[in-house]
């Protein structure tokens, strides 16, 4: 079936470090990807998508590259800050799929440090 | 100028006795979602609708019902609620299940089962 793994958290960080938070999935077909951030108390934002193989997403400093020969989505960005510290979803919707579901991986917890 | 309203941001109810989450959306979007999410856990998809259809994910419990009377309006009655079901209930909704369509999310509503 489908899936999404995430690298465990938290993932501690000083302020302006370089962030890599692993994203790899299982899925039949071409699923699109997504990143979605969750800050406290609050619902799920979408931070960027990439619908086929090798597309990158990119929004707000952070990117992230479809590796259909690796199937991963990591998530990258060159120099984080305290407010973006909140919870990192990956996501799946899979190719194949008639209803929008979204497969999510466990979340990741950014912690950014002054 | 939100797009995804849900009410109330904290919910309390008792073992046992009804209640009803509600979710609204100034985008017209054709599809809508609900989704549990408990604590440091993934959203997990409960059941959407898509226009009047009406699609349950085959785990969800029977506790769980929903109603959609119009375009912009979705419910979430839980009939029974139990400890277990104390968790963030996140709407969501799209333009269409289609690949790449991203889905936009509400605030979620924190419900607490004492």
């Known amino acids: 079936g489908n899936s999404v793994t995430q690298m465990e958290g938290p993932v501690t960080l000083s302020e302006e470090a370089f962030l890599t938070i692993n994203c790899t999935y299982t899925a039949t077909g071409y699923p699109s990807l997504f990143w979605y951030v969750q800050y406290p108390g609050e619902g799920l934002q979408l931070l960027l998508k990439?619908?086929?193989?090798?597309d990158k997403g990119s929004n707000k400093g952070f990117e992230a590259t479809y590796r259909k020969e690796t199937t991963s989505f990591h998530l990258e960005k060159g120099s984080v800050q305290v407010s973006d510290s909140a919870v990192y979803f990956c996501a799946l919707r899979a190719g194949s799929s008639n209803t929008g579901k979204l497969i999510f991986g466990q979340g990741t917890t950014l912690q950014v440090k002054p | 100028d939100a797009m995804v309203i849900q009410n109330p941001r904290y919910q309390v109810t008792q073992f046992g006795k009804p209640v009803t989450l509600s979710c609204s959306q100034t985008l017209n979007h054709n599809v809508m979602y609900w989704y549990q999410q408990k604590s440091s856990q993934a959203p997990k998809l409960l059941f959407h609708y898509y226009d009047k259809d009406f699609n349950n994910e085959a785990d969800t419990p029977d506790n769980f019902q929903s109603r959609r009377p119009n375009t912009s309006f979705c419910f979430l009655d839980i009939r029974s609620p139990g400890l277990g079901d104390a968790a963030m209930y996140l709407c969501a909704t799209s333009r269409d299940p289609d690949r790449g369509i991203e889905q936009y999310f509400g605030p979620g509503t924190r419900l607490t089962v004492t």
């Open positions: 990439a619908t086929k193989a090798d």
